[in-house]
């Protein structure tokens, strides 16, 4: 998946210009950079969520599967079904637990036996052995990281080619966080992964390659725009921007 | 000096004082209960009423009998009670479906649109119509048109009541559907209509429910839409094998209407017992709106 976008606009607000993000397959890429940078537009760009959004305009290419995403006659909702995503939120639907995870399956019109993909997708997402005895039990009535794996569940149950993960941990306790960054390392075997996150340790932690975003403001607008991006380890260790190195020393944030 | 050396004289007191704040406290907690206890007097004594009068000429036969005439003794009002629920049945059927579509437009499709607002506007101004007037346009829209009073004439009248609150309380019970689960649902590749169809409407739906048992209840007690829809009757509505559709139709809130108005004990009697029949059937309602009112999970 590769991602070389112009601008992304708002009505006539320019929210990111100039960046260009590749996506490398069964790697996680993180997205990283200070509030307002874009970081997220940029991820909600990808299954253009952002259409839902008013005014949105995005310029430039998103390759995904030999085609163009922003390609003519291309409809978003097909593109969403192959490209999966985790809000920063849970946001589990209020049904029971399994017809969370098999809300996917049923809109597609999955033939095989939904029960097995379910366990298989509560399994991937290790919350199996938690609610394997309450499966009828409401989506809501779980803890908040439990909701957000139920939510991971949800989007890899139909097996997309990629997942977009929003700042997933952000609304999580410590020890949910750990368990959703183990849980991603162990996806990214099957799948290919875009995380923004807010925070620094996490991209460390779990990001392959990192990219780093800022926010110009020399045009008296907001503008987000790609800095470097690289290997997690070049990024953190030995960025090539001034700008990085101040963001990731916490000189700026 | 003495502050120092004496620290226990010059403590403040702990202690309650009725005078300043404490007093004023007392005085307007008396007062809301006060306000409390007036308000439930009339509900209460409306209650008494109906029970003790209502009550006592409660039996099966008024359930399954026609309404009396002039000096007969004994009699019902089974016919008024069939009439009530074809009349709300016929209306619920209307304004349901027509309230819940207009609701997703106002909720989903296009809130912001002049006609949304329009509609928007038009369903508050209805609520506050006085229902006489649902009966005004139900005449001049069926009873002028087919030219006899008739159930259709009276659900239509109804439906014209129910209408506005099924369309408010719907739009507010999907609005109350978290946004972050329909961005999920678009998350998983929905379309517009299935994020309605399988997100919004089931979320709402327990709220919805409340909302159109309410609007049935309002339905089920209203007698002025009714009085030249429908007007009255002391048949059956289903009479010598088949349904007497379009006639004059009976209902319990005419009924009561009329017969609270006879010089005949008898009479009186059924009005009560009939009133009684109405506020339990919209107790029954409002209970059944509560147990459907509890979302599944």
Known sequence: ?253 | MTNLTSPIAALPSLQRKFEGRALRSLVLTTLVWAGALIASVPLISVLYMLITRGGARLSLEVFTELPPTGFETGGGFGNALAGTFVMVGIAAAIAVPVGIMAAVFLAELGPDSKLANASRFAAKMLTGLPSILAGVFAYALVVMTTGTYSAPAGGVALAVLMLPIVVLTAEESMKMVPKIMKDAAYGMGCTRSQVIWKIVLPTGMPAILTGVMLAVARAAGETAPLLFTALFSNYWIFHDGSLAVMNPTASLAVLIYNFSGMPFDNQLELAWAASLVLVMIVLVVNIVSRIFGKPKY
């Open chain 1, 1 to 253: 998946m590769d991602c070389k976008l112009d601008k992304i606009f708002y009505g006539n607000f320019l929210a990111v210009r100039d960046s260009h993000v590749p996506i490398e397959k069964n790697k996680i890429t993180g997205f990283i950079g200070p509030s307002g940078c874009g970081k997220s537009t940029v991820l909600r760009s990808l299954n253009r969520m952002n259409d839902l959004v008013k005014g949105f305009r995005f310029e430039g290419h998103v390759h995904f599967l030999g085609q163009d995403v922003y390609g003519k006659g291309v409809d978003p909702v097909v593109v969403r079904r192959y490209i999966g995503m985790v809000f920063q939120q849970p946001n589990p639907f209020s049904m029971s637990i399994f017809d969370n995870v098999a809300f996917g399956l049923r809109l597609n019109r999955y033939k095989g036996d939904i029960g097995d993909r379910v366990k298989h997708a509560l399994q991937g997402a290790a919350l199996w052995d938690e609610v394997k005895d309450k499966l009828k039990v409401s989506g809501l009535s779980l803890s908040g990281g439990q909701q957000q794996r139920l939510c991971i569940a949800r989007a890899i149950a139909t097996e997309p080619e990629v997942l977009l993960l929003d700042e997933p941990c952000s609304a999580l306790d410590p020890i949910a966080t750990r368990r959703v960054e183990e849980l991603m390392v162990e996806l990214k075997k099957d799948y290919t992964i875009a995380l923004v996150t807010h925070n620094m340790q996490q991209a460390i932690r779990v990001a392959d390659t990192t990219a780093f975003f800022s926010v110009d403001i020399s045009q008296g607008t907001r503008t987000g725009y790609l800095v470097e991006m690289g290997p997690t380890t070049q990024i953190f260790d030995n960025p090539r921007e001034q700008m990085t190195s101040d963001y990731i020393t916490g000189k700026f944030s």
